[in-house]
C-alpha cells in the first residue's frame, strides 16, 4: 500500500498566493491565474485560507469566508498528482470546525463533481443550483438605459440594505472592495419612482455580483456592463432559482458551460436567489 504521507494545515497568508496559484491552475485544469481573486478573499477574512502540505509540500488549499448567518466555502483544490490522498478531506474538516467556531450555523458551497461525494459524506445537501454562462456571441446588446448609473461611495449604504435580504446576509465588505478596485465598473438601477431597483459589478472576467427586483432592471444593468471591455469572454454564474437569469442571458449571446450544485451544511438560509443574476464567484457566492 502507497504511503498516503503526513498532512499538516496550516493559514493561508498573502506571502502563499503565489504557491497557491500553482495549486488551482492544474487543480481546475485552466491555465488562469486566480491571484487577484485570492488576495481579495484574503483581505475579506485573513483567517479563513488554508494551506494544505503534504510532507512539507504545498498540496492543496481552500478556505471559508463568514457572512454571519452562514459561511461560504471556495477555492477547494488539491494538485492532481496528490488527490486521493485525504487531502481534500483534512481540508474540509479544518474548514468546518473552524465555522463552528465562528458559530456560523449553515455552511453553503457550489459543488464540482470531483467533490460532490466529499461534501455528501460530510453530510451536504442539495439547496439549488449554479450556472456559468459564458458570452459567446456578442452581436445582440441591450439597449442603454437612462435609469441606470455608476456606483457611488454614498450608494453603498442602500446597496447593503437593498441586497442582504436577497443574499441572506450582509455583503458591504465585499461591495466595497469590488468597488474600490473598479470604482468605473459598478452599476446601479432605479426604478420609474426613484428607488433603487438592482445593480451589477462587472468583474474583468465576470458579470457579478449581479441582482435586480424585476428583468427590466436586470436587463438594463446587463447592457451597462457589456459596454465595457472584459479579460476574456464573460461570464456569468447564475442560480437556478432565478428563472429568467437563463433567458435573458440566451438573448444576448451567452451560453451555459456547466451546472453545479449549490449545497449548504445546516439549516436552509433566508434568501432570494431568484432575483440573483450573478454570483460574485463560486468561492464566496
Not at 493561508?12 to 481579495?40: C, E, F, H, N, Q
Not at 498528482?81 to 474540509?92: D, E, F, K, P, T
Not at 453530510?123 to 445582440?140: I, K, P, S, W
Request: proline letters at 7%; aromatic letters at 8%; one cysteine or more.
Amino acid at each position: 500500500m502507497t504511503d498516503p504521507g503526513h498532512i499538516a494545515i496550516r493559514t493561508l497568508t498573502a506571502a502563499d498566493v503565489d504557491i497557491a496559484d500553482t495549486i488551482m491552475m492544474p487543480a481546475y485544469g485552466v491555465p488562469r491565474s486566480r491571484k487577484r481573486d485570492l488576495r481579495r478573499y484574503l483581505a475579506l477574512q485573513p483567517d479563513g485560507w488554508l494551506l494544505a502540505l503534504l510532507d512539507g509540500e504545498p498540496a492543496g488549499l481552500g478556505g471559508a469566508i463568514d457572512y454571519g448567518p452562514f459561511a461560504y466555502i471556495g477555492l477547494m483544490a488539491v494538485l492532481p498528482a496528490l488527490q486521493r490522498r485525504g487531502i481534500a478531506s483534512a481540508l474540509m474538516e479544518r474548514l468546518l470546525a473552524w465555522t463552528a467556531a465562528h458559530s456560523c450555523p449553515t455552511v453553503l458551497l457550489d459543488a464540482s463533481p470531483a467533490g460532490e461525494r466529499l461534501y455528501e459524506k460530510l453530510g451536504f445537501v442539495d439547496d439549488d443550483t449554479v450556472v456559468q454562462y459564458t458570452q459567446e456571441d456578442r452581436a445582440v446588446r441591450p439597449r442603454a438605459s437612462e435609469r441606470v448609473g455608476p456606483l457611488s461611495e454614498a450608494d453603498l449604504a442602500a446597496l447593503e440594505t437593498f441586497d442582504t435580504p436577497l443574499f441572506g446576509a450582509s455583503r458591504a465588505a465585499v461591495f466595497a472592495a469590488l468597488r474600490a478596485e473598479h470604482p468605473e465598473r459598478a452599476f446601479v438601477a432605479y426604478d420609474e419612482a426613484g428607488a433603487l431597483a438592482g445593480y451589477l459589478f462587472a468583474q474583468p472576467q465576470t458579470i457579478g455580483p449581479w441582482a435586480a427586483r424585476g428583468p427590466a432592471a436586470a436587463e438594463a444593468l446587463l447592457a451597462a456592463a457589456l459596454a465595457l471591455d472584459f479579460e476574456e469572454a464573460p461570464r456569468v454564474l447564475a442560480p437556478g432559482a432565478n428563472t429568467h437569469a437563463a433567458g435573458l442571458l440566451l438573448r444576448y449571446g451567452f451560453s451555459p458551460q456547466r451546472a453545479l450544485r449549490h449545497m449548504r451544511h445546516g439549516s436552509a438560509v433566508a434568501a432570494r436567489r431568484d432575483l440573483i443574476y450573478g454570483q460574485t464567484s463560486y468561492a464566496i457566492g
